[in-house]
Nanobody, 127 residues
Framework: VQLQASGGGLVQAGGSLRLSCAHS????????IAWFRQAPGKEREGVSA????????YYANSVKGRFTISSDNAKNTVYLQMDSLKPEDTAVYYC?????????????????????WGQGTQVTVSS
């Protein structure tokens, strides 16, 4: 399994960015793909996730209403549209994936539950 995150950059507060996570080798019937971020001196935290079981999504409270996760299955890519960016959104953003059973009810963003990780992409929001 390979995950390739891209789309980071420098943007002013209030601006937008769209991150992409291109994945390959996800041959499992069902899986979750999540975006995590890690700011300097802070722990990595879950930002958003999407389930291939039913398309359900999860957002951390800090990004709810500003970020949108989506999946293009034809392109094997998951996107994170980030609008109304704030300086506190500055971090390295990572995408990760894990196989799940089709009976799963909850989308987790616990780090230890994600088996496959891509490299990070830097997002910097200036004030």
């Amino acid at each position: 399994v390979q995950l390739q995150a891209s789309g980071g950059g420098l943007v002013q507060a209030g601006g937008s960015l769209r991150l992409s996570c291109a994945h390959s080798g996800l041959t499992f019937d069902f899986y979750h793909i999540a975006w995590f971020r890690q700011a300097p001196g802070k722990e990595r935290e879950g930002v958003s996730a999407i389930s291939s079981v039913n398309g359900r999504t999860y957002y951390a409270n800090s990004v709810k209403g500003r970020f949108t996760i989506s999946s293009d299955n034809a392109k094997n890519t998951v996107y994170l549209q980030m609008d109304s960016l704030k300086p506190e959104d500055t971090a390295v953003y990572y995408c990760a994936a894990t196989p799940v059973p089709d009976t799963i009810l909850v989308i987790s963003t616990e780090l230890h539950e994600y088996e496959y990780w891509g490299q990070g992409t830097q997002v910097t929001v200036s004030s």
